[in-house]
């Protein structure tokens, strides 16, 4: 089952042709070895990528050349947005860290680039992490020092966590779902609901990654930046009324002329659409970095 290491590195980024084949269209049970390419029902896989070995030695021996690659499926939407609900679903690189995906997201919902911004993830054990900016991390340590109702636990920097970190380690697995709030200033400001899920597809044809995310659907019209969810709802109602009141009249001007991603053609019969094209244009101008990825995720056996 000995391989050369050249052979082993030129599978490093896409599992090779016969495999995938097998991978697809065999029997779920009959897999093509990554290291020696012999067919097993008896499947040893790597923990991260699920890249399948027939032995625990053929995954020894290709352990310090293989890179996991696979991506994580994103679905965020809009707490309490209703009529019709906000939501967008992406497709993000596992080597992605937890401030690319805000950036990504800021993107995908047509809003400003913002610097500030928190994820939080609770378990069932009661643990409750913060996943944000280091100069907040500096403000929330302080603020909290030495009180025993501190609202968490444990927070990391958002600029070095990669999303595989944040869904692999052992207290979070009971529960991923992360509750995001970005420009955590502004009190008002719509709180994201986000779903991670390993792209099991993807997984068996990891040729597929991307260096960069992907927005793959979704559904409703942009939330009005600045608008508050209750001021969101009247902005609707405004543009339905057939004699919109004063107030109404100076809501509407209120977002088209001063609202940062207003809509050019208004929101009448508009509140279902959006431009996945426009967004995805942005997000592949935003490579992932990957700065230290390499070494911290190389499989180890």
Known sequence: MASTASTVSHRTDIIPHRARRNNLFDTPRERTCLNCEALTTDLVTCRRCQAPYCSESCKKEAASLHICKF??????????????????????????????????????????????????IGNLEGRRTLITTSSRIETLTWRWANKENAPYDDYKDGETTYIAEGMENLLFQDRRILAYKSNVLVPDEPTHRVVISCDSEVLLLRGFVRSYIICVGGIGHPFAEGFNLEEWQKLKRAYRAEHPTPEQTALVELYEFFCPNADQYGLRSRTGQWDREAVNALLKKMPIAATNYLTVYVEHG
């Not at 209703?82 to 080597?95: A, F, G, Q, T, Y």
């Open 71 to 120: 991506n994580y499926n994103v679905h965020a939407s809009l707490m309490n947005v209703k009529d019709p609900e906000i939501n967008r679903m992406l497709r993000v690189p596992c080597m992605a860290t937890f401030e690319e995906l805000h950036q990504a997201l800021q993107i995908a919902f047509s809003w400003r680039p913002g610097t500030d911004y928190e994820f939080y």
